[in-house]
């Protein structure tokens, strides 16, 4: 979700469905800048940093990153739990 938008903006479509996702979700936001930049120069759906892959969710968190390029993200679950962006959790 996007933590700049007063209330935060959740992202339409899903990064992951599952807890064991939030290690990649963590990278792709680390990574944002690369996602941001893959997904404004190929107008595709679904990409990576060498072309297309087959993952829908980073192909959602792409999308979200580039249309939030420098605001604060977060990580929210279905049950509206947040989870750390930065570190693993316990």
Wanted: net charge negative.
């Amino acid at each position: 979700m996007c933590l700049d938008h007063d209330p935060p903006l959740r992202a339409p479509d899903e990064s992951g469905q599952h807890l064991y996702d939030l290690p990649r979700i963590r990278q792709e936001i680390a990574d944002r800048v690369a996602w941001a930049s893959a997904y404004e120069q190929s107008h595709l759906p679904r990409y990576d940093k060498t072309g297309v892959v087959d993952d829908y969710f980073t192909a959602n968190s792409a999308r979200f990153l580039a249309q939030h390029k420098t605001c604060r993200i977060g990580i929210v679950d279905e049950h509206g739990e947040q989870h750390s962006t930065e570190e693993a959790e316990q």
